[in-house]
């Protein structure tokens, strides 16, 4: 009953998505930090911008400024302008429209500590349609080939995959070949509601991180509604991950969980939002069987708690707040947190814990105590300074956070978090600087993390792909319990931006990774440089 159910929403609303009607373009704009030419102008205070749901819309970000001219260069021959203001290929009529982009990223890099160059080989496309008036379509693929002779080669044999964009297979012996797809088909009848079906990711918080929803892990699913009206935004979505923990053959299908995300952000003044955030996920399939998609979480206005507990699941249920404070328009505050379970006397005792020590009589850091934190500061044009940016941002996340009494129902996908890329039992402080003269952009990042690993065979609370009813202990847990790890992420990176429409662009950076096991320290540094289009965020820094 429920397949047919899901079956029956989902061929609704693409038959919604089919109507021809007349208008404008409006898609979803894309989300990599570095290229973001809108925040100093969606942050600014008067326009009550709802800042924390990405990806933002074209049509609202025109609210504010026109998104297409904010880097445009006034050329008056044909050829150069498309090179460095539109995109290569457009069509338009008054019902029909699309722009057809290449996507690309080539790049050389050496780490001394081999012999051998790093290269990244990525060629794809990107379609942008209209399709009347209130039905738009997005669509991109890459193709990509790749070797690391550096610290990227450890993070991909750490969490199995290409971080952010899912499995690949060998190449040439030592080297990676990967595929990239996302696409969307939304339909927007008015100003208030925007229905996109696709493939994809997205993002809820106002950091670089995100502890609620972040841009971390592969494309997956997904089913959104987002609703405007007064100075409210409220996002639905429910999605389809996969887990990666085991191995199957070619042709047998992983296993799947669900996942349905509500989240309110109120601009309560000008200068103040604050946000509710809820998910629940859940297994395909339970032990007596197939269980699909739950029509009990498909009502996007209910409180999804109390559904999981009277249906008798147990599901995992999260809970989180959000807020943001701007100060003189190029100040910003803001903040996160999120808990999964936690027991308020076992909170008491953490407190009394920490005005007397010496009793050790006290039941403090409870295992299930799982929350984790956010809190992080912007500012736009500093001193003065036109287009000077800086930001700095704390992470914390208590063992166990995220991880569930199975897998199959932890909060990731693709073997990695859906929340922060260490997965939890961490500290983590992050600095960024940027600053772009015209089409020139330069931006230095610094990341200070300290995480506990799980060690002996125990589980500290680290791993949230682990059990977490085999915790290593019931109390006296505290972050970065296990074997100590602080790790360390310098970058700076310099890009001159060629096409805005797709933010290609020419860039030269130097990174250095250094880790410190319990006294044991190793550091390598990588210079690369090269051609890309930079449409999405893909992390190496943890």
């Given at each position: 009953?429920?397949?047919?159910?899901?079956?029956?929403?989902?061929?609704?609303?693409?038959?919604?998505?089919?109507?021809?009607?007349?208008?404008?373009?409006?898609?979803?704009?894309?989300?990599?930090?570095?290229?973001?030419?809108?925040?100093?102008?969606?942050y600014q205070k008067q326009n009550r911008?709802?800042?924390?749901?990405?990806?933002?819309?074209?049509?609202?970000?025109?609210?504010?400024?026109?998104?297409?001219?904010?880097?445009?260069?006034?050329?008056?021959?044909?050829?150069?302008?498309?090179?460095?203001?539109?995109?290569?290929?457009?069509?338009?009529?008054?019902?029909?429209?699309?722009?057809?982009?290449?996507?690309?990223?080539?790049?050389?890099?050496?780490?001394?500590?081999?012999?051998?160059?790093?290269?990244?080989?990525?060629?794809?496309?990107?379609?942008?349609?209209?399709?009347?008036?209130?039905?738009?379509?997005?669509?991109?693929?890459?193709?990509?080939?790749?070797?690391?002779?550096?610290?990227?080669?450890?993070?991909?044999?750490?969490?199995?995959?290409?971080?952010?964009?899912?499995?690949?297979?060998?190449?040439?012996?030592?080297?990676?070949?990967?595929?990239?797809?996302?696409?969307?088909?939304?339909?927007?009848?008015?100003?208030?509601?925007?229905?996109?079906?696709?493939?994809?990711?997205?993002?809820?918080?106002?950091?670089?991180?995100?502890?609620?929803?972040?841009?971390?892990?592969?494309?997956?699913?997904?089913?959104?509604?987002?609703?405007?009206?007064?100075?409210?935004k409220y996002v639905n979505l429910w999605?389809?991950?996969?887990?990666?923990?085991?191995?199957?053959?070619?042709?047998?299908?992983?296993?799947?969980?669900?996942?349905?995300?509500?989240?309110?952000?109120?601009?309560?003044?000008?200068?103040?939002?604050?946000?509710?955030?809820?998910?629940?996920?859940?297994?395909?399939?339970?032990?007596?069987?197939?269980?699909?998609?739950?029509?009990?979480?498909?009502?996007?206005?209910?409180?999804?708690?109390?559904?999981?507990?009277?249906?008798?699941?147990?599901?995992?249920?999260?809970?989180?707040?959000?807020?943001?404070?701007?100060?003189?328009?190029?100040?910003?505050?803001?903040?996160?947190?999120?808990?999964?379970?936690?027991?308020?006397?076992?909170?008491?005792?953490?407190?009394?814990?920490?005005?007397?020590?010496?009793?050790?009589?006290?039941?403090?850091?409870?295992?299930?105590?799982?929350?984790?934190?956010?809190?992080?500061?912007?500012?736009?044009?500093?001193?003065?300074?036109?287009?000077?940016?800086?930001?700095?941002?704390?992470?914390?996340?208590?063992?166990?956070?995220?991880?569930?009494?199975?897998?199959?129902?932890?909060?990731?996908?693709?073997?990695?978090?859906?929340?922060?890329?260490?997965?939890?039992?961490?500290?983590?402080?992050?600095?960024?600087?940027?600053?772009?003269?015209?089409?020139?952009?330069?931006?230095?990042?610094?990341?200070?993390?300290?995480?506990?690993?799980?060690?002996?065979?125990?589980?500290?609370?680290?791993?949230?792909?682990?059990?977490?009813?085999?915790?290593?202990?019931?109390?006296?847990?505290?972050?970065?319990?296990?074997?100590?790890?602080?790790?360390?992420?310098?970058?700076?990176?310099?890009?001159?931006?060629?096409?805005?429409?797709?933010?290609?662009?020419?860039?030269?950076?130097?990174?250095?990774?250094?880790?410190?096991?319990?006294?044991?320290?190793?550091?390598?540094?990588?210079?690369?440089?090269?051609?890309?289009?930079?449409?999405?965020?893909?992390?190496?820094?943890?």
């Open positions: 009953m429920a397949d047919m159910m899901q079956r029956i929403i989902f061929s609704v609303l693409i038959a919604m998505c089919s109507i021809p009607v007349f208008g404008q373009e409006s898609h979803s704009l894309y989300m990599d930090h570095e290229f973001n030419h809108f925040d100093r102008y969606v911008f709802h800042t924390s749901v990405k990806p933002y819309q074209t049509r609202q970000v025109n609210t504010t400024v026109n998104a297409d001219s904010i880097y445009r260069i006034d050329v008056s021959r044909k050829l150069p302008d498309i090179l460095l203001n539109r995109s290569w290929i457009t069509y338009k009529q008054s019902d029909f429209e699309f722009t057809i982009d290449p996507l690309m990223h080539f790049e050389l890099g050496r780490d001394s500590d081999y012999d051998k160059m790093s290269w990244v080989n990525t060629r794809g496309f990107v379609l942008n349609a209209r399709l009347g008036k209130y039905v738009f379509v997005t669509s991109d693929f890459y193709e990509n080939q790749a070797k690391f002779y550096d610290y990227r080669r450890d993070v991909v044999s750490n969490v199995k995959t290409i971080p952010g964009q899912g499995a690949y297979k060998s190449f040439k012996g030592d080297g990676y070949d990967y595929a990239w797809a996302d696409a969307t088909i939304s339909f927007q009848p008015d100003e208030h509601f925007d229905i996109t079906f696709g493939h994809g990711k997205n993002f809820i918080g106002d950091g670089y991180r995100s502890m609620l929803l972040s841009d971390v892990s592969a494309n997956y699913p997904f089913l959104r509604i987002t609703t405007d009206f007064w100075n409210i999605a389809q991950f996969q887990d990666f923990t085991k191995h199957y053959d070619y042709g047998h299908p992983h296993d799947k969980k669900w996942g349905s995300f509500n989240y309110l952000d109120w601009s309560v003044t000008p200068w103040l939002n604050i946000g509710l955030f809820e998910a629940v996920i859940w297994a395909a399939a339970d032990s007596i069987g197939h269980r699909g998609f739950d029509i009990n979480y498909a009502n996007p206005v209910i409180f999804t708690r109390p559904v999981e507990f009277s249906v008798g699941s147990s599901d995992n249920a999260l809970m989180g707040l959000t807020g943001k404070l701007t100060l003189w328009n190029n100040h910003v505050l803001y903040g996160q947190f999120i808990i999964d379970e936690f027991k308020l006397e076992n909170v008491k005792a953490g407190i009394k814990h920490q005005f007397n020590k010496s009793d050790s009589t006290i039941k403090w850091g409870w295992w299930a105590n799982k929350w984790a934190l956010q809190m992080g500061y912007k500012t736009f044009d500093l001193f003065g300074l036109q287009h000077l940016d800086i930001q700095a941002e704390m992470n914390v996340a208590r063992p166990f956070m995220y991880s569930h009494v199975t897998h199959i129902q932890n909060y990731g996908h693709y073997k990695q978090p859906l929340a922060h890329p260490l997965g939890c039992n961490f500290r983590e402080f992050v600095l960024i600087g940027r600053y772009n003269y015209k089409r020139l952009f330069v931006e230095a990042k610094y990341i200070h993390a300290m995480h506990g690993r799980d060690v002996g065979g125990q589980n500290m609370g680290n791993n949230i792909y682990a059990d977490y009813t085999s915790h290593a202990q019931e109390y006296y847990n505290e972050i970065g319990q296990g074997q100590k790890v602080i790790l360390q992420n310098t970058s700076a990176k310099a890009s001159f931006l060629i096409n805005p429409r797709t933010n290609m662009n020419v860039y030269v950076g130097f990174t250095r990774r250094s880790e410190d096991v319990e006294g044991t320290k190793t550091a390598k540094n990588l210079i690369t440089f090269g051609l890309r289009t930079s449409l999405q965020n893909i992390y190496y820094d943890f």
